[in-house]
């Protein structure tokens, strides 16, 4: 199984979230996630500037197997995206916890962070998946 960093938060659908303190946010997809899509091809960000919802569809990561909607785990407005996805995703691939990242937004209600799963409870979402 994938090592799961301590310092995260996650969706049940496979996104994660650093809190960076200063009210920013990190997003991306956790190692789970792209193993199960395969080599990365494409990825669509949002836009800097834009505000993203909670739970609502916000990017799109696509392997050669399918096309993936990512959530946003907390509403905020986008701050800054990955851009170097646009010419490599599979950075995802090789670090999806570090390099990989897709996006920081400022975030709306911190309030919002205590709904998300612990890495524990993560991982155990993932054991009860197999």
């Known amino acids: 199984m994938s090592e799961i960093p301590g310092d995260l938060k996650f969706l049940k659908t496979h996104e994660w979230a650093r809190i960076e303190g200063d009210g920013k946010v990190t997003i991306g997809i956790s190692d789970h996630a792209q193993g199960l899509l395969g080599d990365l091809v494409y990825v669509e960000l949002p836009a800097v500037g834009e505000r993203v919802e909670a739970g609502n569809a916000c990017a799109v990561v696509e ?68």
């Open 63 to 130: 392997s050669v197997k399918a096309a993936s909607d990512v959530y946003a785990p907390v509403s905020g407005k986008v701050t800054a995206v990955n851009s170097v996805l646009a010419d490599k995703p599979e950075t995802i691939n090789e670090d999806a916890y570090g390099e990989g990242w897709l996006f920081t937004l400022e975030i709306e209600d911190a309030e919002q962070l205590n709904e998300l799963l612990d890495p524990d409870d993560y991982a155990e979402q993932l054991d009860d998946d197999h």
